[in-house]
């Protein structure tokens, strides 16, 4: 069968000068561009790939494999480039998290190409034209957010086409249409007055401190309760900000060194396609804090004022975006100091195909919201801080009519789900439920946007609301979540998250739209099961459309329901533990596990 002959562009980068008509990579296009495609079909994107499983099973089979082969070659490869003798474990408390997002990123830009070429008869390629110190990113953090940038996506594109032998068909590089800002940090200036005065009341206790004083941060308990549960270890509270560094320049010719130690590597391995386009691309895209910076980040560790040998290391998140405390933490974990993570969101312990992550494989015990499957897992309850006065209390007296609407962020590039596919899936799905409830409940929706699409304007999210209903209400972003929901009826998950746990926990009146973005192992399966089968959570939006149709005026007596708080009462006990006394109880459960 003769292939269709196609121009391929990613989004941005447009420019040819035939007439084939064109296929676009990342498969969608902002709501400006919807519009002119009706009016060109010429310039309809298309994609090549639909949502399949069994080849998603394969992609993360693919990508765990060469996670575990790759991961000590290029451990071994920065010990090289510093001088330095560090453990596996030192590595991958560093850079674990980035290289996951580098191979899994990579594999499925691969994935989409490969694609591409197979079902079509590419004639041209337009990509940006980007250099390789513009993908070079300052820290984990950045490289995160330049995931979602054009110019970084198409960097990688470009390589994977040269390598597959496609790179001739490149006709033209379009030229960035601004400057590239590879600082995505936001200022501290705003920072609050109580939180500068916490900071200079920590350093002062950091003077006079024992060294074998725990260091308990960041933990989403929080601040009062963080406190309290130092003082309880006879510890003074400390509260800090994340380190600055001397940041250098990018150096070309160490990123090279980098590249000749893995090609090296690779021209003695079993040969395959991905791992040499992964190998030509990870030492391009690993952030400055791990090459160039790296030194910087090691003295600036050794000048943080903590204690030299902490009882114990108590955190749920800054093992994710503090370069220099990751280092101190990598470091005092080869010292022995033992190190402990609290599970900080949903998705663990649910979802297929994100068990373990990295803080699960790098901690000595990981402390659950109540599940466990081995014997790392602790169970333990929701740290995150629980609003104490039942919020149902207020809904109740306040006698609102909204349905607080949560929005889902946009689908990130850095999985192997066709994320673009995705995400038009959930604006058709949104449009289906608006249209699919009765005229007097669609007024009483108010949508609190997600902080990712409302920060980045490409996904024009109010915008698509607003053709939906020029007049629907859009709760303010910097309004407190705790009064938004305390005045509403209901509030309404379109997605399925964090947000959704939270309002479980408060045991406020909620459904849930399980997207099906993330497949469910076997236990996060049978525990919302028992959510499905109540009616608080659906996979179809007929069935949630209905449920909220039919509960929505008197839903107070609906979620008051005993088959209603029976199943959030059963699932609660195995998935999502509710503590009274939530600083006595942490205390327990880590003194149980020093011993």
């Known amino acids: ?28 296009l902002p709501l400006k561009s919807e519009k002119l495609s009706q009016n060109c079909p010429c310039c309809a994107p298309k994609h090549a790939l639909e ?33 330095i003798n560090h453990s596996e474990r030192y590595w991958m408390i560093l850079i674990g998290h980035c290289l996951r997002r580098n191979i899994t990123n990579i594999y499925n830009n691969y994935s989409s190409v490969t694609s591409i070429f197979d079902e079509y008869d590419i004639q041209a390629i337009s990509l940006l034209k980007v250099e390789r110190e513009q993908v070079a990113m300052d820290d984990y953090s950045d490289y995160v957010r330049a995931l979602g940038k054009d110019y970084f996506y198409s960097y990688i594109v470009e390589q994977i086409i040269n390598t597959i032998g496609h790179g001739k068909l490149i006709s033209n ?5 601004v400057k590239v800002n590879k600082n995505f940090q936001q200022s501290n200036n705003n920072s609050s007055w109580l939180k500068k005065i916490l900071h200079t009341i920590s350093h002062i206790f950091s003077i006079i401190e024992s060294e074998r004083s725990p260091v308990i941060t960041q933990t989403y308990l929080g601040w009062l309760n963080e406190a309290l549960l130092s003082i309880n270890f006879l510890n003074f509270p400390r509260f800090f900000s994340n380190s600055n560094y001397p940041k250098n320049k990018v150096n070309i010719n160490l990123r090279d060194k980098f590249k000749n130690q893995l090609i090296s590597y690779n021209q003695n391995s ?11 691309l990870i030492p391009d895209l690993f952030p400055k804090a791990y090459l160039e910076d790296f030194h910087s980040i090691v003295d600036a560790s050794n000048a943080l004022k903590l204690p030299k040998n902490p009882r114990f290391i108590l955190t749920a998140n800054r093992f994710l975006q503090d370069e220099v405390f990751k280092v101190w933490i990598s470091k005092k974990t080869e010292q022995g100091v033992p190190y402990f ?20 494989i790098t901690s000595d015990k990981f402390f659950t919201w109540g599940w466990s499957y081995e014997a790392k897992h602790i169970k333990g309850f929701m740290f995150k801080k629980i609003y104490k006065k039942p919020l149902i209390n207020k809904i109740i007296k306040n006698k609102k009519t909204n349905i607080l609407f949560m929005e889902k962020g946009v689908y990130s590039r850095a999985m192997l789900e066709n994320g673009p596919l995705l995400y038009k899936k959930y604006l058709n799905c949104k449009e289906e439920f608006f249209y699919g409830l009765r005229g007097s409940i669609r007024k009483s929706l108010l949508i609190r946007t997600h902080a990712v699409t409302h920060i980045d304007k490409t996904y024009q999210e109010i915008e698509r609301w607003k053709i939906l209903d020029s007049n629907i209400k859009i709760d303010k972003q910097n309004a407190s979540l705790k009064k938004s929901v305390a005045n509403s009826r209901l509030v309404l998950c379109f997605y399925h998250g964090t947000s959704f746990l939270e309002m479980l926990a408060a045991n406020v009146p909620v459904l849930c739209f399980l997207d099906g973005l993330n497949e469910m192992n076997r236990e996060g399966k049978d525990a919302y099961e028992i959510l499905i089968k109540a009616g608080v959570c659906h996979t179809s939006i007929s069935s949630l459309v209905d449920e909220l149709n039919d509960n929505w005026d008197d839903c107070i007596s609906w979620w008051s329901s005993d088959e209603i708080q029976n199943a959030r009462n059963d699932f609660c006990s195995k998935h999502l533990r509710i503590s009274n006394n939530p600083v006595l109880d942490l205390k327990n459960l880590i003194s149980v596990n020093l011993k």
């Not at 447009?14 to 969608?28: I, K, Y």
């Not at 765990?64 to 082969?69: G, R, V």
């Not at 993570?341 to 699960?360: C, D, F, M, R």
């Open 270 to 280: 079993k040969k395959d396609l991905f791992k040499t386009i992964l190998i030509s």
């Open 173 to 177: 590089n379009v030229d960035l249409p």
């Open 341 to 360: 993570v609290l599970q900080h969101g949903s998705n663990y312990g649910e979802i297929k195909y994100l068990h373990p992550t990295v803080e699960e």
């Open 51 to 83: 949502q399949n499983k069994e080849k998603i099973d394969i992609g993360y089979s693919k990508v765990t494999s060469i996670e575990k082969e790759l991961f000590p070659v290029i451990s071994e490869a920065l010990n090289k480039i510093h001088g």
């Open 1 to 28: 069968m003769q292939k269709e002959k196609y121009n391929l562009y990613i989004a941005g980068s447009a420019h040819f000068a035939n007439n084939f008509p064109s296929v676009c990579l990342d498969g969608w």
